[in-house]
């Protein structure tokens, strides 16, 4: 099988920079995209292809990619920025195309 | 607006069937992959299954193939997921997701549904 691993959990105070990141093997070939889920809610898309935001998405949301990682990065953090975070991407083979990182809690001090 | 409304969750015991539904509107239901995702009670999301535009082409997690059936009515505007053979291993709130392409082989999701929840329990 093929794994994505991020940090259980990022914390930060208001304000500060959070970077969540999320390793991959295959991730200098396929590109990454991040979902935001708050308590009780669905998933929502952040950031797609690696860097690009969907519209409604404050810009202080940002993603990048380098090798075999990918970070989502959250600038000015908010209290209502608390939530888990997903990555997601496929393997290199084709066999493993949807795969989901197994998730990061940001918390908001 | 895109809108995806799952239903047909509930309680059923092991070794039962369920069938969910997802009613989608707000975008040409035809012409988009969608997929099944879900979320076990405390951890993190798992992707079941995807089909693609015209429903010709299925794929389907390791843990559920053999067991769940993906399917689509592109006249009603509605996704399916048949599941046979449950265990308590598939107790999960799913969640219906709207693909960006057509194909289902490999996509994002833009959209979700609010999700329903299958509990597998004697």
């Known amino acids: 099988s093929y794994e994505l691993t991020q940090p259980p959990s990022v914390s930060v105070s208001p304000g500060q920079t959070a970077r969540i990141t999320c390793s991959g093997d295959a991730l200098p070939k396929q590109y990454s995209y991040w979902y935001q889920q708050k308590a009780g809610q669905a998933p929502v898309l952040v950031i797609y292809k690696d860097s690009e935001r969907p519209s409604g998405i404050p810009e202080r949301i940002s993603g990048s990619s380098s090798g075999t990682t990918a970070t989502l990065t959250i600038s000015g953090v908010q209290a209502e920025d608390e939530a888990d975070y997903y990555c997601q991407s496929a393997d290199s083979t084709g066999k493993y195309n949807y795969v989901f990182g197994n998730g990061t809690q940001l918390i908001v001090l | 607006e895109v809108q995806l409304l799952e239903s047909g969750g509930g309680l059923v015991q092991p070794g039962g069937s369920l069938r969910l539904s997802c009613a989608a509107s707000g975008f040409s239901f035809r012409t988009f992959a969608l997929s099944w995702v879900r979320q076990a009670p405390g951890k993190g999301l798992e992707w079941v299954s995807a089909?693609?535009?015209?429903?010709?082409?299925?794929y389907y997690s390791d843990s559920v193939k053999g067991r769940f059936t993906v399917s689509r009515d592109n006249l009603k505007d509605t996704l399916y997921l048949q599941m046979n053979s449950l265990t308590a291993e598939d107790t999960a709130v799913y969640y219906c997701a709207k693909g960006n392409q057509a194909s289902g082989a490999e996509d994002y999701f833009a959209y979700w549904g609010q999700g329903t929840l299958v509990t597998v329990s004697s």
């Open positions: 089909i693609n535009y015209n429903g010709q082409s299925r």
